[in-house]
């Protein structure tokens, strides 16, 4: 079955630094990847969608990119922020359906 | 636009109730989704409904769990009887049909089955 992961550890970094999330996926051939952002107590926001022939998408200080042959996508957020602190999750998609890594908890500190 | 609407935010419950989720997707979305969420599993898809009729339910758990959807603005998750392993968020989301890959999340209703 298809299996997606996820850094389990917060990624704890010092803001004004790159912050890199990894998401790997094994069985699967997704048609697109997605990364949602989720604060506690809230439901997940869509940030970012790629498809699978593209390398890489950028949104401000968001990039993402997808490797199919590795089957791995990393996000990158730029110059992060505190407000960026939250959990940061990978879905990967075929048509409607969505099937979502257990997410990253970034914390970012002033 | 108030985006998608979930009720309750909180249900706490006993083993053995019955538990009835609400949601009311974004206007002119004719697609809606029910997910749970738990720490073990992670974000799954229950439903998907497509202009109120069930496409695929391959994800509900087992027939105590069920949907349904009465009119584009209303859909219900129902859980009859319930369990203290549904304890969950379950979040609903909406989209276009054919833009699924933008899908608007709920904030969520946290339930506990005592």
């Known amino acids: 079955s298809q299996k997606i992961e996820q850094n389990s550890e917060a990624l704890n970094i010092q803001e004004g630094k790159t912050a890199t999330l990894t998401c790997n996926y094994t069985?699967?051939?997704?048609?697109?990847l997605q990364w949602y952002r989720q604060d506690p107590g809230r439901g997940p926001v869509f940030l970012l969608l790629?498809?699978?022939?593209?390398k890489e998408k950028r949104k401000e200080r968001l990039k993402v990119t997808f490797d199919t042959t590795l089957k791995q996508s990393l996000f990158h957020i730029t110059a992060s922020q505190p407000a960026d602190s939250a959990t940061y999750l990978c879905?990967?998609?075929?048509?409607?359906?969505?099937?979502f890594g257990s997410g990253t908890r970034l914390l970012v500190r002033p | 636009d108030a985006g998608v609407i979930q009720s309750p935010r909180h249900e706490v419950t006993e083993m053995g109730q019955e538990v009835t989720l609400r949601c009311k997707p974004i206007?002119?979305?004719?697609?809606l989704f029910w997910y749970r969420q738990t720490m073990m599993r992670g974000l799954e898809l229950l439903i998907y409904f497509n202009n109120n009729v069930p496409i695929d339910d391959s994800g509900m758990p087992e027939d105590r769990f069920s949907a349904k959807m009465p009119n584009a603005s209303f859909s219900t998750l129902k859980i009859q009887p319930s369990e203290p392993r549904d304890s969950a968020v379950y979040f609903c989301a909406s989209s276009f049909s054919g833009q699924w890959e933008t899908q608007y999340f709920g904030p969520g209703t946290r339930l506990l089955v005592l």
């Open positions: 790629i498809r699978e022939n593209e």
């Open positions: 069985n699967y051939s997704p048609a697109y």
């Open positions: 206007s002119g979305h004719n697609s």
């Open positions: 879905a990967l998609g075929d048509s409607y359906k969505l099937i």
